[in-house]
């Protein structure tokens, strides 16, 4: 089985265009949550304004120029936000026109929901303004794999490429995928990733309906923690097959060392302590590190109710008292939700505080729950000697996926 070495981190966020600009920020315990108002369609009932982690607008100016010709304005929001990440990872690994690209790299994206904001422009367009035809570039913009296509079009990437849904698992998923084809000598290259654009007006009105939202923010493992808060963006992880990349003297940003997958086989909603920890069991057996404590937990964290007191019985579950211990993050506090993309975003920034021994904090956090008892990183960013990264990520249905990284200096 061949290693994996992380090569390139990109990203894309309410917190900046670029990893760079979003690290900094969480760093520095900034969020990127604001209230917004959606919805002020004529044809819908009248806008909503809620606490939102909404990408600014700009960035696709700069996104044609690097490629070279226009390409942003021709997809829908979801596809932009991973092929602005895609770009900022594959240029970092030094892979860029390199020969590896046209047969051995895999792209593999997810994303949980596709083309929203195409989808309803088509829907206010039949069934609000009564026009019998739809958009010709509708279907294109809508289907999923939109972005995996983008990218393989703009960079000559001519290996096994597509994309994998499965709600809030989807980039984890992607991440696991991708590196199962290097582990087995398939490809030497994956691009890996994902990302979301669900802060319209129907998906926001279809989550407020499962009162799955906050109406203040997102206050991860904070006792009077009441929802998620959406966000918009994307990140990139450049997969590399570590003798490829030593070989063209790559610099290795981490190393993918475990990954577990799950499913609880329970309840479309709600979380299932049992599935999630058969997952993290998975990925920390492959990495060999049950019996480690020098692990940084990037948690799955979205504040909710049920989602953080599972998440907490889970790590106790595999790693016992030894759980309370790990230091804990939870970056969706300052970016956001962002469905299907939060995973790859999460564990890039995970990796990033790995190689910085810095771990960020977790925003807005108010109170201590019993339910939650452990070790919060909150007030301000810490300084850490965790060698290893748990990046968890559970999705409705009872979809879970645990991702294990070393940092650049090894395990």
Request: proline residues 6%.
């Given at each position: ?7 390139g ?8 265009p ?6 900094q920020a ?11 108002l ?7 009932p009248g806008?909503?304004e ?17 490629l ?13 936000f ?14 860029r026109?390199h ?5 051995r ?9 596709g083309?929203?904001?195409?989808l ?29 296509s ?6 000559a990437i ?30 030497d290259?994956?691009?890996v ?5 669900v ?11 499962i009162?799955?939202?906050s109406?203040v ?12 808060v ?11 097959a570590?003798?490829?990349?030593q070989?063209?003297?790559a610099?290795i940003?981490g ?6 997958m ?20 998975q ?9 480690r404590?020098?692990?940084l ?10 989602n ?15 759980a ?12 956001g ?23 960020p904090?977790i925003?807005n956090?108010?109170?201590r729950d019993?339910?939650?008892d452990?070790?919060?990183?909150i007030?301000?960013?810490?300084p ?12 409705f ?6 991702l294990?990284f ?6």
């Amino acid at each position: 089985m061949n290693r994996i070495a992380v090569t390139g981190l990109g990203a894309i966020s309410a917190l900046g265009p670029s990893f760079e600009t979003t690290w900094q920020a969480v760093a520095a315990g900034r969020g990127g949550i604001a209230r917004c108002l959606v919805g002020d369609s004529p044809h819908g009932p009248g806008g909503l304004e809620l606490p939102m982690a909404r990408v600014a607008e700009g960035y696709e100016a700069a996104l044609d120029a690097a490629l070279g010709h226009p390409v942003a304005g021709g997809l829908d929001p979801f596809a932009r936000f991973v092929l602005a990440p895609a770009l900022e990872a594959l240029e970092q690994s030094g892979l860029r026109g390199h020969p590896v690209l046209d047969e051995r790299t895999a792209i593999v994206f997810g994303h949980g929901l596709g083309g929203l904001a195409t989808l309803e422009a088509g829907y206010e367009r039949f069934f609000g303004l009564k026009s019998p035809r739809m958009h010709p570039s509708t279907v294109p913009k809508v289907m999923v794999s939109a972005g995996v296509s983008a990218a393989a079009m703009a960079f000559a990437i001519r290996g096994p490429v597509f994309a994998v849904s499965s709600a809030c698992a989807s980039s984890a998923h992607a991440i696991a995928q991708g590196a199962a084809m290097i582990a087995t000598g398939q490809v030497d290259v994956a691009m890996v990733g994902g990302s979301e654009a669900v802060s319209t007006a129907g998906s926001v009105r279809a989550w407020e309906a499962i009162r799955a939202m906050s109406p203040v923010t997102c206050r991860p493992f904070s006792a009077d923690r009441d929802g998620m808060v959406l966000g918009e963006g994307g990140a990139v992880l450049m997969l590399e097959a570590w003798d490829h990349a030593q070989a063209r003297g790559a610099a290795i940003l981490g190393e993918l060392v475990g990954w577990g997958m799950s499913s609880d086989a329970f309840h479309i909603t709600q979380p299932s302590p049992e599935g999630q920890a058969r997952a993290m069991r998975q990925a920390a057996r492959q990495a060999g590190a049950l019996d480690r404590s020098d692990i940084l937990v990037s948690a799955h964290g979205t504040g909710t109710p049920l989602n953080d007191a599972a998440e907490t019985r889970s790590l106790v579950e595999v790693f016992g008292e030894r759980a309370r211990a790990m230091p804990v993050i939870a970056t969706k506090s300052a970016h956001g939700h962002l469905i299907g993309g939060s995973a790859a975003l999460q564990a890039a920034l995970g990796l990033r505080a790995l190689t910085e021994g810095l771990a960020p904090p977790i925003l807005n956090f108010t109170a201590r729950d019993p339910a939650c008892d452990l070790d919060l990183v909150i007030g301000e960013a810490r300084p850490i000697a965790s060698k290893l990264l748990l990046q968890n990520a559970f999705a409705f249905g009872g979809l879970n996926v645990a991702l294990m990284f070393a940092g650049p200096n090894g395990v």
